[in-house]
């Protein structure tokens, strides 16, 4: 049966509008998936992708920026999953980026996050290699749970054991709780240790005061830090050790001296060893002691003499004169 004008216009109009509607899908889902955009192929390391599939999405800072194209095992810890990312999205991505495995929602499909990185670094190449970050597994989890409610079980029975010990007053703290003798004993240590801790504050202020005195100019400390006071005193000292070196040369004169008189040397040995001397020098001050005597004597005898009898009374009165003169 021969179909009419009207049957093939209609046939066409719904062949034109099923081909628009299937490009349009075309269009849309290869832009969704960056088809028709230039791409760039750069990759990561994971050991595990924890479900991700060929086509998830690649976000960079909440932005999709590129899918998933490749997803190959390494070996039996390290999967290298490739990506296809924009162009124009590159230059922000920096070679410090991590990129990490997350879900789109509470139930949505597995995606990359690729998170910026907090240094500067340079911008990444092509078919470079990004850093990764592996989440914890749900298995690691539980068995780190795991492990942690043991210690927990253990730790309940430890501190159940130390609690009754307490109630029935054994050991240290069971014993200040329940013995009121220790625990009157424990608050008048505290008593007097208060006690001596203000004792002590006030001799340390004391000993403050003290040393603060210590810098004035009225005691003796604080004279020595005046430089002129420190130079009279270096002065002193430095005559004081030249006095001591000429003291000790007298000294060892005198030892030499000393040893001398004693070793036979010298007019005191000779004077104090030799008796005949001693002698002689007796003698010869009687000899002197009587010739003054008879010296004396002949002067009066000159006195009485005729001839000088004259020049003596001369003399009396010159000295008579002279007293009352002074008078």
Do not use: C
């Not at 999967?79 to 920096?94: C, Q, R």
């Not at 130390?162 to 009157?184: C, M, P, Y």
């Not at 004693?262 to 007796?282: E, F, M, R, T």
């Not at 003054?292 to 009374?313: D, M, P, T, V, W």
Request: aromatic letters at 4%; proline letters at 2%; hydrophobic letters at 40%.
């Amino acid at each position: 049966m021969e179909k009419t004008n009207a049957e093939k216009f209609k046939l066409g109009i719904f062949v034109i509008i099923g081909l628009v509607l299937f490009v349009t899908a075309v269009y849309f889902i290869g832009n969704k998936k960056n088809m028709f955009g230039k791409t760039t192929t750069i990759s990561a390391l994971f050991n595990n992708v924890n479900g991700l599939q060929l086509g998830n999405n690649v976000r960079y800072a909440g932005i999709n920026i590129g899918t998933v194209t490749t997803i190959e095992m390494l070996n039996d810890t390290v999967i290298k999953v490739e990506m296809s990312i924009e162009n124009k999205i590159l230059p922000h991505i920096k070679k410090d980026a991590i990129a990490a495995i997350s879900s789109d929602g509470l139930v949505g499909n597995m995606i990359i996050n690729i998170i910026p990185g907090k240094g500067i670094s340079a911008p990444i190449q092509p078919n470079d290699i990004i850093q990764s970050f592996n989440k914890v597994r749900t298995e690691d989890m539980l068995k780190t749970l795991s492990v942690t409610n043991e210690n927990a079980a253990i730790l309940t029975s430890d501190l159940i054991k130390i609690t009754k010990e307490i109630s029935a007053g054994k050991g240290t703290v069971g014993l200040l709780l329940n013995d009121a003798d220790v625990a009157q004993d424990l608050k008048e240590t505290i008593h007097y240790l208060k006690m001596t801790s203000q004792g002590t504050t006030s001799s340390i202020e004391n000993l403050n005061k003290i040393i603060t005195s210590l810098n004035q100019k009225n005691n003796l400390i604080g004279v020595v830090n005046d430089t002129m006071v420190a130079s009279k005193i270096k002065s002193i000292v430095i005559n004081l050790e030249k006095s001591s070196k000429k003291i000790d040369l007298v000294v060892d004169n005198l030892n030499t001296t000393i040893d001398n008189a004693k070793n036979g040397k010298g007019v005191i040995n000779y004077l104090s060893n030799d008796p005949k001397l001693v002698q002689k020098i007796d003698s010869t001050m009687i000899n002197i002691n009587e010739a003054s005597i008879r010296l004396n004597q002949n002067l009066e005898a000159l006195k009485h003499n005729f001839f000088f009898r004259g020049y003596f009374k001369k003399q009396a009165k010159a000295k008579a004169k002279a007293k009352t003169t002074t008078k």
